[in-house]
């Protein structure tokens, strides 16, 4: 595996050495039912902004200043695994949740490279998405099952514990499924299968191409 340059990314930084709490970028209430707009509320406002409140303020302990004004990129894959890289990898992992969904300008479908991609690896879309999910499912306790690439534009699917992000594999993230409890309880309850699949509803994909194309 050709592991990622950093420089690749579009790197999440601070403004002021702040990470801001970046909006939703659709209404609440547009991804019902896969995600509800109570559940959008809890998961964005409370348990994301949360996130992010807490990583600016360990900026004023002594042992966390000297990453301050760093990407959270660059601090997840610098910083001793503590309680910063943790807070850094759960805002990272939801900015690139959160922003993935519908808008405007939605596609329901991959195309050109990434389809051709996952089709050569996975052979076909379907086949693709059941692999996606069943790891997703599988995935024990709390987490994230994630599709990234290589710098070869190889694809992986994989399962980040808490709050782990696939560039500490040297891969790029493409697309992510939440599967925190928090992510679909109030929707789904037990039903972590069924919140899943209802998510391919609501996936932009031309945001997902935009990723895999560099
Ligand atoms: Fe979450």
Do not use: C
């Not at 004004?69 to 805002?91: F, K, M, R």
């Not at 919140?195 to 031309?206: F, G, K």
């Amino acid at each position: 595996m050709h592991t990622i340059d950093i420089s690749s990314l579009d790197l999440h930084r601070p403004v002021n050495g702040q990470f801001q709490i970046q909006p939703l970028p659709y209404d609440k209430t547009m991804l019902t039912p896969a995600i509800s707009g109570e559940t959008l509320s809890y998961h964005h406002d409370k348990h994301y902004a949360g996130y992010v409140n807490k990583l600016n303020e360990l900026f004023d302990n002594d042992e966390f200043q000297t990453f301050k004004g760093l990407s959270l990129e660059e601090i997840i894959l610098n910083a001793p695994q503590s309680v910063l890289t943790n807070q850094a990898g759960q805002i990272l992992n939801h900015e690139l949740y959160f922003e993935q969904f519908l808008s405007p300008d939605y596609a329901s479908e991959p195309s050109s490279a990434l389809a051709d991609a996952i089709i050569n690896q996975y052979g076909s879309i379907d086949s693709f998405k059941s692999e996606f999910e069943n790891k997703g499912v599988a995935l024990f306790g709390s987490g994230w099952v994630w599709l990234s690439s290589d710098a070869d534009g190889t694809l992986y699917i994989t399962q980040e514990k808490d709050a782990s992000n696939p560039i500490s594999k040297g891969l790029r993230p493409l697309l992510t499924f939440d599967v925190w409890e928090h992510a679909y309880y109030l929707d789904y309850q037990n039903r972590r299968a069924s919140h899943l699949d209802a998510l391919w509803s609501i996936l932009n994909w031309r945001l997902i191409n935009t990723r895999y194309i560099h």
